[in-house]
């Protein structure tokens, strides 16, 4: 069992910069690929970025530039530092695990509100 607890989440104007963070229960290095997802109202959870166990990274288009996923071994965390924020980045963000075969878990979400 792998618990999630996201925080850093809150409300900042257009163009600054938040970094969310992701405390793992378990070493990050038991875990096969971690990431970050979001949700806004009305719409369906996207993948904003995600990072594998061997350091592979993954970006949606949307945040491509701004957006940077990284594993803290030292702090056992998954952080994403995001800068140049938008409007359109406000949604609730969730961490994320997968662990092979089939095992996946999920924090319980951390508010980022953009104001133009």
């Known amino acids: 069992q792998v618990q999630l607890v996201e925080s850093g989440g809150g409300l900042v104007q257009a163009g600054r910069s938040l970094r969310l963070s992701c405390a793992v229960s378990?070493?990050?290095?038991?875990?096969?690929?971690m990431g970050w997802y979001r949700q806004a109202p009305g719409k369906q959870r996207e993948l904003v970025a995600a990072v594998t166990s061997d350091g592979s990274t993954n970006y949606a288009d949307s945040v491509k530039g701004r957006f940077t996923i990284s594993r803290d071994s030292a702090e056992n965390t998954v952080p994403l530092q995001m800068n140049s924020l938008k409007p359109e980045d406000t949604a609730v963000y969730y961490c994320y695990a997968y662990v092979r075969p089939v095992y996946e878990y999920w924090g319980q979400g951390t508010q980022v509100t953009v104001s133009s």
């Open positions: 378990s070493s990050i290095f038991s875990i096969n690929a």
